[in-house]
T-cell receptor, first 115, second 117 residues
Framework: AQSVTQPDIHITVSEGASLELRCNYS??????LFWYVQSPGQGLQLLLK??????LVQGIKGFEAEFKRSQSSFNLRKPSVHWSDAAEYFC?????????????FGQGTELSVKP | EAGVAQSPRYKIIEKRQSVAFWCNPI?????LYWYQQILGQGPKLLIQ????????DSQLPKDRFSAERLKGVDSTLKIQPAKLEDSAVYLC???????????????FGPGTRLTVL
């Protein structure tokens, strides 16, 4: 069965520091991979997605993620965090077979940014 | 382009009462999803529609939850009767659905926060 693990429930970084949020997945083949961000009281917004090809994916707001098949990971990175990046981040996997686009989400990582 | 609309934004009910949520997806999107997000967890799919047909409702508690998508546009999700453990945010999402939703970006509404007392 598909599953997603985000090992860090809460991370605090200083503004301007680099960020890496971890995501590990379990899936029989290469899934579609997504990172979403959720600000308080808001819906989820897509940051980036991996379908195939280049394993380093660029997204919005200066985020990037790297797909590592050998480690079943899809970690999210940002070189310099801004205070407005404080939010909850969700990694998700989607099946490539005929399962209608269903996404399996991790439990999320809450990011706090110190001034 | 208007996003996914949901109402109400907040709802407080007592257990055993019924409640309904409404979702209006992005115009032209064929696929519509309802997710349940319990505090501290990621969203969990309850039901997926392709146009007005159900694609996946394997995790919908059918003894108390029901959903419909009339005319393949708006959708309603109903809970009757509600239990304490139904307290959560209910998110609606839509996607173009050109491949039945597979690989699509899903666009999420702001959600409805339900509190069951």
């Amino acid at each position: 069965a598909q599953s997603v693990t985000q090992p860090d429930i809460h991370i605090t970084v200083s503004e301007g520091a680099s960020l890496e949020l971890r995501c590990n997945y379990s899936y029989g083949a290469t899934p579609y991979l997504f990172w979403y961000v959720q600000s308080p009281g808001q819906g989820l917004q897509l940051l980036l997605k991996y379908f195939s090809g280049d394993t380093l994916v660029q997204g919005i707001k200066g985020f990037e993620a790297e797909f590592k098949r050998s480690q079943s990971s899809f970690n999210l990175r940002k070189p310099s965090v801004h205070w407005s990046d404080a939010a909850e981040y969700f990694c998700a996997v989607g099946a490539r077979d005929n399962q209608g686009g269903k996404l399996i989400f991790g439990q999320g990582t809450e990011l706090s940014v110190k001034p | 382009e208007a996003g996914v609309a949901q109402s109400p934004r907040y709802k407080i009910i007592e257990k055993r009462q019924s409640v309904a949520f409404w979702c209006n997806p992005i115009s032209g999107h064929a696929t519509l999803y309802w997710y349940q997000q319990i505090l501290g967890q990621g969203p969990k799919l309850l039901i997926q529609f392709q146009n007005n047909g159900v694609v996946d409702d394997s995790q919908l508690p059918k003894d108390r939850f029901s959903a419909e998508r009339l005319k393949g546009v708006d959708s309603t999700l109903k809970i009757q009767p509600a239990k304490l453990e139904d307290s959560a945010v209910y998110l609606c999402a839509s996607s173009p659905g050109t491949s039945g939703g597979v690989g699509d970006e899903q666009f999420f509404g702001p959600g409805t926060r339900l509190t069951v007392l």
